[in-house]
C-alpha cells in the first residue's frame, strides 16, 4: 500500500479565490487521482492525474475550475480556482500502487469557502 | 452510466451482533467490487474488495459476497465492536474497466455500535 499525504487538512477560503491541494505519495505509484465529497455525501471522481500530461476529467468536471498537476510519479496538486461556496467539500487525493492494485486514499482537504 | 444503491443509510446495533450492508449496481460489466470504511475526519480506508470471478470473500470478522445475476453485492460484520461505528461506502468499476482506480460509490451507511 501507499501512504498519501495531503496539505492543507482544511481551510476557509473567501469566494472568488483559489486554493491549491498538494498531495504527497511515500513511493512510486502507477496512477493518481482526485475525488469530491460534498457534505455528508459520497465520493465523486474529478479527475486521474496524469503524470507528465493533462489530467484526464469526469463529466461534470473542467479543466478551467480544477486544474490539475502532475510531475512525477510521487505528487500531484489540485486546484480549486475561483471559488464559491457550492465548492465547500472535501478533496480526496488517492493512488493506486499498481493499475489493478487497491485504490487508497489520503485524509482529504476540509475545504469551506465564505 | 453506472449507479451504486446502497441501503440502508443507517445501522445502529449492539455489541457483538452482526451487521449487514447492502449494494446494487446497474452495469452488468462491472467486475470489481470494493468496501471502504470512513472515520470521522478522515479519508476512506479499504476494508475488503471481492472481484466478479469470486461469489464470496472472508477477512476475519468481515465477509463480502457477490451475486452477479442478481447485481448485488453486500458487507458483512460479525461479533460487531463500538470501534467499528463509522461511514462505510461500497464502490464498483465502471464499464468493466481494469482500472480499480475509476470508482463509483454508493451513498454510505451510518453503522452505530451500541456498547
Known amino acids: 500500500s501507499a501512504v498519501i499525504s495531503q496539505k492543507p487538512s482544511r481551510d476557509i477560503c473567501q469566494r472568488g479565490t483559489s486554493l491549491t491541494i498538494q498531495c504527497q505519495v511515500d513511493?512510486?505509484?502507477?496512477?493518481m487521482f482526485w475525488y469530491r465529497q460534498q457534505p455528508g455525501q459520497s465520493l465523486t471522481l474529478i479527475a486521474t492525474?496524469?503524470?507528465?500530461?493533462?489530467?484526464?476529467?469526469e463529466s461534470g468536471f473542467v479543466i478551467d475550475k480544477f486544474p490539475i498537476s502532475r510531475p512525477n510519479l510521487t505528487f500531484s496538486t489540485l486546484t480549486v480556482s475561483n471559488m464559491s461556496p457550492e465548492d465547500s467539500s472535501i478533496y480526496l487525493c488517492?493512488?493506486?500502487?499498481?493499475?489493478?492494485?487497491?485504490?487508497?486514499f489520503g485524509n482529504g482537504t476540509r475545504l469551506t469557502v465564505t | 452510466g453506472e449507479n451504486v444503491e446502497q441501503h440502508p443509510s443507517t445501522l445502529s446495533v449492539q455489541e457483538g451482533d452482526s451487521a449487514v450492508i447492502k449494494c446494487t449496481y446497474s452495469?452488468?460489466?462491472?467486475?470489481?467490487f470494493p468496501w471502504y470504511k470512513q472515520e470521522l475526519g478522515k479519508g476512506p480506508q479499504l476494508i475488503i474488495d471481492i472481484r466478479s470471478n469470486v461469489g464470496e470473500k472472508k477477512d476475519q470478522r468481515i465477509a463480502v459476497t457477490l451475486n452477479k445475476t442478481a447485481k448485488h453485492f453486500s458487507l458483512h460484520i460479525t461479533e460487531t465492536q463500538p470501534e467499528d461505528s463509522a461511514v462505510y461506502f461500497c464502490a464498483a468499476s465502471p464499464h468493466g474497466s481494469s482500472n480499480t482506480g475509476k470508482l463509483i460509490f454508493g451513498q454510505g451507511t451510518t453503522l452505530q455500535v451500541k456498547p
Open positions: 513511493s512510486q505509484v502507477t496512477m
Open positions: 492525474a496524469n503524470q507528465g500530461s493533462e489530467a484526464t476529467y
Open positions: 488517492s493512488a493506486l500502487v499498481e493499475r489493478n492494485s487497491p485504490l487508497h
Open positions: 452495469d452488468s460489466a462491472s467486475n470489481y
